[in-house]
């Protein structure tokens, strides 16, 4: 798959909330969803998120949405949240279906760690990823990510989460220590 031409990354904004739900949406829930790997269709139906939760997310001032434009616009985001201790929670993390497997994801993972330590002054990011979610969870292993045994319940009954197609959906914790930035060599003589 070719890499798709993208801008530099850049914050989200209110009026990018519309888009960016489509966008989350398409990555995980509907016929959309199939096109790509990050699918959660076999295990949830309904919404993912709506506009009025992504716009909470652009106006707080704990969070930063980072977006990834494209020729044909958003391709890319995800959400850094101010937690404990020097921690980030990364979340609302999605690529457009078509354009996964081009490693737009270490791209925007990269880009995340980044504003992550320059930010927040985070030194390590906790996510939460569905348990029967397999591959996902070896795909963020393999970008240094490790279980830390904690697990957290699914929100049954809430449906702004999501319709279970199951009854025993349950999150892992995934923990990943940042690496120090590297200084740069700029203005040495």
Same mark, same amino acid.
């Given at each position: 798959?070719?890499?798709?031409?993208?801008?530099?990354f850049?914050?989200?904004?209110?009026?990018?909330?519309?888009?960016?739900?489509?966008?989350?949406?398409?990555?995980?829930?509907?016929?959309?969803?199939?096109?790509?790997?990050?699918?959660?269709?076999?295990?949830?139906?309904?919404?993912?998120?709506?506009?009025?939760?992504?716009?909470?997310?652009?106006?707080?001032?704990?969070?930063?949405?980072?977006?990834?434009?494209?020729?044909?616009g958003?391709?890319? +985001? +995800?959400?850094?949240?101010?937690?404990r201790?020097?921690?980030?929670?990364?979340?609302?993390?999605?690529?457009?279906?078509?354009?996964?497997?081009?490693?737009?994801?270490?791209?925007?993972?990269?880009?995340?760690?980044?504003?992550?330590?320059?930010?927040? $002054?985070?030194?390590?990011?906790?996510?939460?990823?569905?348990?029967?979610?397999?591959?996902?969870?070896?795909?963020?292993?393999?970008?240094?990510?490790?279980?830390?045994?904690?697990?957290?319940?699914?929100?049954? $009954?809430?449906?702004?989460?999501?319709?279970?197609?199951?009854?025993?959906?349950?999150?892992?914790?995934?923990?990943?220590?940042l690496?120090?930035?590297?200084?740069?060599?700029?203005?040495?003589?």
């Amino acid at each position: 798959m070719k890499r798709p031409q993208t801008a530099p990354f850049r914050l989200a904004a209110p009026p990018d909330a519309a888009e960016l739900t489509t966008l989350i949406e398409s990555a995980y829930r509907g016929a959309s969803s199939r096109e790509g790997w990050t699918t959660e269709a076999d295990l949830l139906g309904g919404q993912r998120v709506d506009e009025a939760q992504v716009l909470q997310v652009i106006n707080d001032p704990e969070s930063l949405l980072l977006v990834l434009p494209d020729a044909d616009g958003l391709l890319a +985001c +995800c959400q850094l949240e101010r937690r404990r201790d020097g921690i980030v929670y990364f979340g609302m993390f999605a690529v457009r279906p078509g354009s996964q497997g081009a490693g737009v994801g270490r791209q925007v993972m990269a880009e995340a760690q980044r504003l992550a330590r320059t930010s927040f $002054g985070a030194t390590a990011m906790e996510m939460t990823v569905i348990a029967q979610r397999s591959e996902l969870i070896e795909w963020y292993e393999r970008l240094g990510f490790r279980r830390t045994g904690e697990t957290r319940p699914f929100p049954y $009954g809430e449906p702004r989460f999501g319709d279970p197609k199951r009854d025993d959906l349950h999150f892992v914790v995934l923990h990943r220590d940042l690496p120090v930035a590297e200084a740069t060599t700029e203005g040495a003589s």
